[in-house]
């Protein structure tokens, strides 16, 4: 959550983990101000937070609510095609970025995070079964596979 100490969530991954309860954090990228820089710092900040699960989307704006009025009324939709309102498809930029370079970006954070094998054979040989469950899910899926489809 925006705002959210986050030694808050530090310690509540811990406190988690330490239980062996499952954790699962959510990271949306593409935000008007976001960077290059802003989104490294993010997956960083995963990484370093390392729940066992984490879900990467995109800023949608999605009809019905201020955020797509704002960005209809300001032209920064350039995607109308609501097929691809899904967060994971940008439909639009950031003030830095193209939507291109969003979805790529998004791919990173995927990469990034999953793509690590220690990650993998940790996640795929833990203790949780549900831990132990997704994670060989996600392998046999090819994740990244599917995501870099997107671009």
């Known amino acids: 959550r925006k705002g959210l100490d986050s030694n808050a969530s530090y310690e509540a991954v811990r406190l988690l983990k330490e239980n062996d309860i499952f954790t699962h954090a959510m990271m949306i990228i593409g935000d008007r101000k976001d960077t290059h820089e802003t989104i490294e710092t993010t997956r960083r900040f995963v990484d370093d937070l390392d729940p066992d699960f984490v879900v990467f989307t995109i800023l949608t704006p999605f009809p019905g609510t201020d955020v797509y009025d704002s960005a209809k009324e300001m032209g920064w939709i350039e995607d109308d095609n609501l097929f691809n309102y899904d967060m994971a498809h940008a439909v639009m930029g950031t003030e830095t970025l193209t939507r291109r370079e969003v979805q ?45 489809e997107l671009i």
């Open 104 to 148: 790529e970006e998004l791919y990173n954070c995927y990469n990034n995070f999953y793509g690590s094998w220690g990650r993998r054979i940790k996640g795929i040989f833990s203790t949780n079964k549900l831990k132990r469950s997704v994670n060989w899910d996600m392998a046999k899926r090819g994740l990244l596979v599917q995501l870099k």
